[in-house]
């Protein structure tokens, strides 16, 4: 069992450069999430999606957008890359939306904009 | 003001000391508590969860809630160097309605047990 596979693992991309993160799980979840990771500040939600074909945007959506075509994908694109956007991305699933129903991450990708 | 401040640490402290971790939250529409670890280079994962005030305990690890105060803990007991690691508090507002299961991260602490 995978759970969530992220892909690329890193990745250096240089200013107004585009690149699509992709996030794959096999764990029949609904719900799937984006957060990107900066150090000393947490994780912030980007996007959401509660389904295939149902997404939202999350505290720091600007410069990102986000598909959910199947209930196994979510990949995350960004069209014009700027260093703010360098960080960790983390992308995570969840089986419902219970406070009490564990969120599993995936292992991240470092990103970096030059 | 962060809707979650997490005392940022970093902590270091010797094998079997106790530590203690904490958050202070402003939304009190907060309703569920989680504590995530997270190794180095690697994604978070889910220790502990709660949703009333109180404690909660896991083998040596304890949470502890305090909604009055808006402030809740984890506490290590015994601490081990394979405890050290990245701890990021998380909350959610109420199960359902809109919160669809986001969650808002504190800023995490970096704990070091050294032998």
């Known amino acids: 069992n995978a759970g969530v596979t992220q892909t690329p693992k890193f990745r250096i991309l240089k200013i107004g450069q585009s690149m699509t993160l992709q996030c794959a799980q096999d764990?029949?979840?609904?719900?799937m999430y984006w957060y990107r990771q900066d150090p000393g500040m947490g994780l912030k939600l980007i996007y959401y999606?509660?389904?295939?074909?149902?997404?939202d945007k999350g505290e720091v959506p600007n410069g990102y957008n986000v598909s959910r075509s199947t209930t196994e994908d979510f990949p995350l694109r960004l069209e014009l890359a700027a260093p703010s956007q360098t960080s960790v991305y983390f992308c995570?699933?969840?089986?419902?939306?219970?406070?009490?129903?564990?969120?599993?991450f995936g292992q991240g990708t470092r990103l970096t904009v030059v | 003001q962060k809707e979650v401040e997490q005392d940022p640490g970093p902590l270091s402290v010797p094998e079997g000391a106790i530590v203690s971790l904490n958050c202070t939250y402003s939304?009190?529409?907060?309703?569920?508590f989680m504590w995530y670890r997270q190794y180095s280079r690697k994604g978070p994962e889910l220790l502990m969860y709660?949703?009333?005030?109180g404690n909660k305990e896991d083998g040596r690890f304890t949470a502890q809630v305090d909604k009055s105060s808006k402030y809740i803990s984890l506490f290590i007991r015994d601490s081990q160097p394979s405890d050290s690691a990245t701890y990021l508090c998380?909350?959610?507002?109420?199960?359902?309605?809109?919160?669809?299961?986001?969650?808002?991260f504190g800023q995490g602490t970096i704990l070091t047990v050294h032998p």
């Open positions: 999606s509660v389904g295939a074909g149902i997404t």
């Open positions: 998380a909350m959610t507002t109420n199960a359902g309605g809109t919160s669809y299961g986001k969650l808002t």
């Open positions: 764990m029949n979840h609904n719900y």
């Open positions: 939304n009190s529409a907060f309703q569920y």
């Open positions: 995570a699933s969840s089986l419902d939306y219970s406070g009490t129903t564990e969120a599993f």
């Open positions: 709660t949703y009333s005030s």
